[in-house]
């Protein structure tokens, strides 16, 4: 019933930028709340950031000042700018949406990730 396209991920060298994002589709009749999650190997998956409907946003203390969320409801698209990157954000990054469809009320969804690597 969902769909994601996630785009943006890649190879940057410390210190550099990148900037994700993340556009659902499908039978929608509302998105909620849309975020970003990441997993390194070997560990739990965590919030990086989200964004309500209305536009308030929640970060991780870890990415505080570097990332930005922003999203556009005409897109039903999410982005996340990160800027001043360091090798502890090298993880897959996933998008997340909380979503209400004519068939299933406000359920998560979640995209197929995309892999951020920061090394020299």
């Known amino acids: 019933q969902v769909q994601f396209v996630e785009s943006g991920g890649g190879l940057v060298q410390p210190g550099g930028s990148l900037t994700l994002s993340c556009a659902a589709s499908?039978?929608?009749?509302?998105?909620?709340?849309m975020g970003w999650y990441r997993q390194a190997p070997g560990k739990q998956r965590e919030l990086v950031a989200n964004?309500?409907?209305?536009?308030?946003?929640n970060y991780a203390d870890s990415v505080k000042g570097r990332f930005t969320i922003s999203r556009d409801n005409a897109k039903n698209t999410v982005y996340l700018q990160m800027n001043s990157l360091k090798p502890e954000d090298t993880a897959v990054y996933y998008c997340n949406a909380n979503i209400v469809l004519p068939t299933a009320p406000f359920s998560a969804y979640w995209g197929q990730g995309t892999q951020v690597t920061v090394s020299s």
């Open positions: 964004i309500s409907r209305r536009g308030s946003t």
């Open positions: 499908g039978s929608i009749l509302t998105i909620y709340s």
